[in-house]
Nanobody
Framework: QVQLVESGGGLVQAGGSLRLSCAAS????????MGWFRQAPGKEREFVAA????????YYADSVKGRATISRDNAKDTVYLQMNSLKPEDTAVYYC???????????????????WGQGTQVTVSS
């Protein structure tokens, strides 16, 4: 089992920034690719960003490309999502997820991930 706990969400004005964190525990963190997803009310969960087990490969949804940076600190078992130039349409619950995988492939589907955090709310006011 892997436990994931997100933090860093909150209320921010449009154009502002937030850094989300996801602390992992329970299994070897470096055995997992990590992803960030988000879900707005009435919408399906959607891919935001992903990072490979060693941080060597990163992937972003078109909607956040250029505004988001995913990173991980394997010494701290933590993955981060830095979001800049936030827009009201970024408002959602943000979830981190772990996939047991060591490689460079790209997995944008929530169904591919093995463990999920409880989510952290991000609200962007206009």
């Amino acid at each position: 089992q892997v436990q994931l706990v997100e933090s860093g969400g909150g209320l921010v004005q449009a154009g502002g920034s937030l850094r989300l964190s996801c602390a992992a525990s329970g299994r070897t963190f470096t055995s997992y690719a990590m992803g960030w997803f988000r879900q707005a009310p009435g919408k399906e969960r959607e891919f935001v960003a992903a990072i490979s087990w060693n941080g060597g490969w990163v992937y972003y949804a078109d909607s956040v490309k250029g505004r988001a940076t995913i990173s991980r600190d394997n010494a701290k078992d933590t993955v981060y999502l830095q979001m800049n130039s936030l827009k009201p349409e970024d408002t959602a619950v943000y979830y981190c997820a772990a996939k047991y995988y060591i490689g460079s492939n790209y997995y944008p589907s929530p169904d591919e991930y093995d463990y999920w955090g409880q989510g952290t709310q991000v609200t962007v006011s206009s």
